[in-house]
């Protein structure tokens, strides 16, 4: 059994309040939208590949499989893509059977950002409940570990 993680999982220097609450277990809603995320840090290989800041863009889009977003942050000409979805309870990610170089640069960070919400939310007796997701948005929402609510999961 892994150990409790002592505080939530770290956040980058500007993420909006109700995000910082969310992942801090102490907001049961979160809906993200389409949209600039300037608070998004810029992957270095971002950074060295275009040799300037550039501010990334959010897509949230439904996925083909039913409960899961395909989610898209571009830099300019590049792009961060993937899929997200709740499991069990679970927050969940995968990636495409050929991700592109970003993600393959990426993928270990945000595989090991996603353990650390799920282990806080459990620590937390929290579990995630199915995604609501539509053109533009994903809305999360948390219910405490043996309520009715947090029995229904997806995937």
Not at 45 to 56: A, E
Not at 59 to 78: C, F, M, Q, T, Y
Not at 135 to 140: C, F, H, K, S, T
């Amino acid at each position: 059994m892994p150990p409790v993680p002592a505080a939530p999982p770290p956040l980058p220097d500007g993420v909006p309040d109700e995000i910082r609450r969310f992942v801090g277990c102490q907001l049961t809603e979160l809906v993200l939208a389409d949209g600039p995320v300037t608070w998004l840090p810029m992957p270095g290989l971002v950074q060295r590949l275009t040799g300037h800041r550039i501010v990334p863009h959010a897509k949230v889009r439904p996925s083909r499989e039913p409960g899961w977003a395909d989610l898209h942050v571009g830099w300019g000409p590049i792009a961060l893509r993937m899929t997200l979805g709740v499991v069990q309870g679970r927050l969940a990610v995968r990636f495409g059977r050929w991700p592109d170089p970003l993600v393959l640069a990426m993928r270990g960070d945000i595989e090991a950002w996603v353990r650390q919400v799920n282990g806080w939310l459990e620590a937390n007796h929290r579990h995630l409940l199915p995604a609501s997701i539509t053109a533009g948005r994903v809305g999360l929402r948390k219910a405490a570990a043996g309520s009715p609510a947090s029995s229904a999961t997806s995937g």
